[in-house]
């Protein structure tokens, strides 16, 4: 992208009260998972299924941050950050899904957030990122009408514990991406499939980020109170009619499914008669007034564009992705095409809705194949991403889009979900068979980035 008008990419230009940090996910890091009182997540039983994750790896162990989150949150501070974003696992707290209190689980994120307190860290508070308690999931999970009950005890639960302490707050992780994955397409926990799961996953997601938020705003006072959305822009392939109507139908999926809700729009059903459905689906289901709230921030998760075109051999959305492989444009291990315009231009659209007073870009990162070679990761081609996707943030806030924070995700490589351990995130290299973490080239940047003598 070109950035010849921007002033010099240097951390100063975001100003000082820019929140600069990394993101983790308590199922994707914690391990311990027998530990402490702990139930049992859909992710441990769903991980056991052969064949649903990459290599047969289990997230029973993982970076084990549950036994070394004092080391991790210390590399934080080393590499120049000054916030912490963080999950808490219901399953750790509330080991039913609801009910009985876990009051070792409850101890554990208080000495987390503790130590965030103490090294200078701002925790930013995940209340829901995927790791459902398979209890609930016995019961239907997001599927089920009980869903905002349960809900409301495990937000309240986090309220009363840890609302002292902290004051930034996300409802949930990425809904789109939990629902279609774990309820439409079956390719995440809990492995489900077909609309008459995704429809009510998707309605109860919509109103527990909502009822969230105002459980918040009730019992913690001066809380920030966000929520996340997973988005990409989406570029139709051509100028063609039948193209441009299926990029609008994977726009819809993808980008407003869950912020018009939140924004008092209602559901994008005018742009996809699919979405009338889930209308229709819903109509007997209590509450839907209940689904806008005024966010004091939402989080932006982006890393990469999409191309679609038009394909009436894909069942309903009648589209399918035009790889960055045939296009032949820069891409990750994971496939995913570099692009920072692609972030700009989410980060304009979100803006534009009116409604919305701050923005923070909540998760941005990218995998590659990382080797230890000498002690030392050699990852030039992350540091070139991190430099493209945050010289993409400087520009739109010159333009006047107010974006205060920007999360790396992530700190260590960790459980990449149904990638298991071969997709690698971190700035920091994990050898999950000794827990050996060595500082990558990228860490070592943002820490001269972050910290300039």
């Keep these: 992208m070109g950035n010849d008008s921007l002033k010099p990419l240097t951390a100063k230009a975001f100003g000082n009260d820019f929140a600069w940090g990394v993101a983790i996910a308590a199922a994707q890091n914690e391990g311990a998972y027998t530990e402490g009182g702990r139930g049992l997540s859909i992710w441990d039983t769903y991980s056991r299924r052969k064949g649903t994750i990459r290599g047969g790896a289990k997230p029973f162990v993982a970076c084990d941050f549950y036994h070394r989150y004092k080391e991790d949150l210390l590399l934080t501070?080393?590499?120049?950050?000054?916030?912490?974003r963080f999950s808490v696992s219901w399953s750790r707290v509330l080991p039913d899904g609801t009910g009985r209190v876990n009051k070792e689980g409850v101890r554990y994120y208080h000495d987390v957030i503790d130590e965030c307190l103490r090294l200078g860290l701002e925790p930013f508070l995940t209340i829901y990122h995927w790791d459902l308690p398979l209890a609930l999931q016995k019961e239907g999970g997001w599927t089920s009408f009980k869903m905002m009950r349960w809900f409301e005890r495990f937000t309240t639960l986090c309220?009363?514990?840890?609302?002292?302490?902290?004051?930034?707050?996300i409802v949930l992780n990425?809904?789109?991406?939990?629902?279609?994955?774990?309820?439409?397409l079956g390719r995440h926990a809990p492995g489900l499939s077909g609309l008459d799961n995704f429809f009510p996953a998707v309605h109860n997601a919509v109103l527990a980020q909502s009822h969230g938020g105002r459980i918040l705003r009730d019992l913690v006072p001066g809380a920030r109170i966000g929520t996340t959305f997973s988005c990409s822009e989406v570029i139709p392939y051509s100028d063609r009619q039948e193209d441009v109507q299926a990029a609008g139908r994977v726009d819809v999926l993808l980008n407003r499914l869950f912020v018009e809700p939140a924004l008092g729009k209602g559901y994008p059903s005018e742009s996809f008669r699919l979405i009338e459905r889930l209308e229709l689906y819903n109509k007997s289901w209590k509450y839907t007034e209940r689904m806008p709230f005024h966010f004091d921030f939402i989080g932006l998760q982006n890393y990469f564009p999409v191309v679609v075109r038009f394909n009436r051999l894909i069942?309903?959305?009648?589209?399918?992705?035009v790889k960055p492989y045939y296009r032949r444009v820069p891409r990750t291990a994971m496939g995913w095409e570099i692009n920072g315009d692609g972030l700009a231009a989410i980060l304009r659209r979100f803006w534009k809705y009116g409604g919305v007073k701050e923005i923070m870009v909540t998760e941005n990162g990218a995998a590659f194949k990382d080797t230890v070679v000498g002690g030392r990761v050699k990852d030039e081609?992350?540091?070139?991403?991190?430099?493209e996707y945050l010289g993409a943030v400087q520009k739109v806030r010159q333009e006047g889009v107010n974006v205060t924070g920007y999360f790396v995700w992530t700190l260590t490589d960790n459980f990449e979900w149904s990638e298991g351990y071969k997709a690698r995130f971190g700035l920091v290299y994990v050898d999950h068979e000794t827990q050996l973490r060595?500082?990558?080239?990228s860490g070592y940047w943002f820490r001269d980035f972050l910290t300039p003598a």
Excluded at 176 to 184: E, H
Excluded at 381 to 387: I, L, S
Aim: charged letters at 25%; aromatic letters at 16%.
């Design 77 to 84: 501070k080393a590499l120049g950050f000054n916030s912490f």
């Design 159 to 169: 309220a009363e514990e840890f609302g002292s302490k902290v004051k930034n707050w």
């Design 174 to 184: 990425e809904p789109a991406a939990f629902t279609a994955l774990g309820y439409m």
């Design 315 to 321: 069942p309903l959305v009648q589209a399918s992705e």
């Design 381 to 387: 081609a992350r540091v070139a991403f991190f430099k």
């Design 438 to 441: 060595t500082i990558k080239d």
